[in-house]
């Protein structure tokens, strides 16, 4: 790991209402883009930075975009229901990709968790990444959130409360490492639009199914990439919280890309 490039630069991008957003690149300028999106509560570091995973792909020539979503990390973080929209996460990262000058076939898209659902979201509204990865999610998490959003809504309006090392408290401790913004998290819980299964089905870019062996938080990856009519599935070790911490997760991710 020593000779990976593992120096990160800040950049600003407008979102899809001009708020101001925050994106961060390794890897030489000159590299094939590929944007990797992060997960509920994380940011851009603690994702793809922190682990090595970014480096990972750095140091195989690639150009890595990881933007902070809205409500993250060094992005905007509105108090006021109006910074947010049905889509917006997609609609920021679609600006961010026409904002960097990227045409179809251009770079490659991928995330985890809450970012693989972008991703996806992403994909039926028009982008055209070379290839693609939705990691940490699977088929039910993407046609219905409803669950994961009511214990995701549980957990920020209890903080303080929670009973100690229920899957709430866990949450909320990742919450606290991050720095999240509780105010503009729970704002943000409204606006994760349902995909249709017919939209999946018509996505025929080869895409990256890459799961935690132990992860059912989001439903079956393997049922996704069933569903996926150009799909590639992967398993690593750990479920939803740790595998996105080991090596192997990396390992993969630079595989594919």
């Known amino acids: 790991m020593a000779d990976f490039p593992t120096e990160t630069t800040l950049h600003s991008f407008a979102g899809a209402d001009g708020a101001p957003m925050a994106w961060h690149g390794m890897g030489p300028e000159d590299g094939r883009p590929v944007i990797l999106i992060h997960g509920l509560f994380s940011n851009a570091q603690t994702n793809w930075v922190r682990y090595g995973h970014a480096a990972k792909l750095a140091a195989k020539g690639r150009r890595v975009i990881m933007p902070d979503l809205r409500a993250h990390g060094q992005s905007a973080k509105p108090h006021d229901p109006s910074g947010y929209s049905s889509d917006?996460?997609?609609?920021?990262?679609?600006?961010?990709?026409?904002?960097?000058?990227?045409?179809?076939?251009?770079?490659?898209?991928?995330?985890?968790?809450?970012?693989?659902?972008?991703?996806?979201?992403?994909?039926?509204?028009?982008?055209?990444?070379?290839?693609?990865?939705?990691?940490?999610?699977?088929?039910?998490?993407?046609?219905?959130?409803?669950?994961?959003?009511?214990?995701?809504?549980?957990?920020?309006?209890?903080?303080?409360?929670?009973?100690?090392?229920?899957?709430?408290?866990?949450?909320?401790?990742?919450?606290?490492?991050?720095?999240?913004?509780?105010?503009?998290?729970?704002?943000?819980?409204?606006?994760?639009?349902?995909?249709?299964?017919?939209?999946?089905?018509?996505?025929?870019?080869?895409?990256?199914?890459?799961?935690?062996?132990?992860?059912?938080?989001?439903?079956?990856?393997?049922?996704?990439?069933?569903?996926?009519p150009n799909a590639g599935y992967v398993e690593v070790p750990g479920n939803h919280m740790s595998a996105v911490t080991l090596p192997d997760m990396g390992d993969a991710i630079a595989d594919w890309f």
């Open 88 to 228: 917006i996460l997609a609609d920021d990262n679609l600006a961010l990709i026409e904002q960097l000058g990227f045409g179809p076939g251009d770079y490659d898209l991928g995330g985890y968790s809450l970012g693989g659902r972008t991703t996806a979201r992403m994909l039926v509204r028009g982008a055209r990444p070379g290839k693609a990865m939705l990691a940490g999610m699977g088929l039910e998490g993407l046609l219905d959130l409803g669950g994961r959003v009511s214990f995701f809504r549980k957990v920020l309006e209890g903080i303080g409360t929670h009973q100690k090392f229920s899957p709430e408290w866990m949450a909320e401790g990742f919450l606290r490492t991050t720095g999240g913004d509780a105010k503009a998290l729970l704002l943000l819980l409204d606006n994760f639009p349902r995909i249709q299964r017919a939209s999946l089905t018509e996505l025929s870019l080869p895409i990256l199914v890459l799961t935690g062996s132990e992860d059912q938080d989001n439903g079956s990856a393997r049922a996704l990439a069933a569903l996926l």
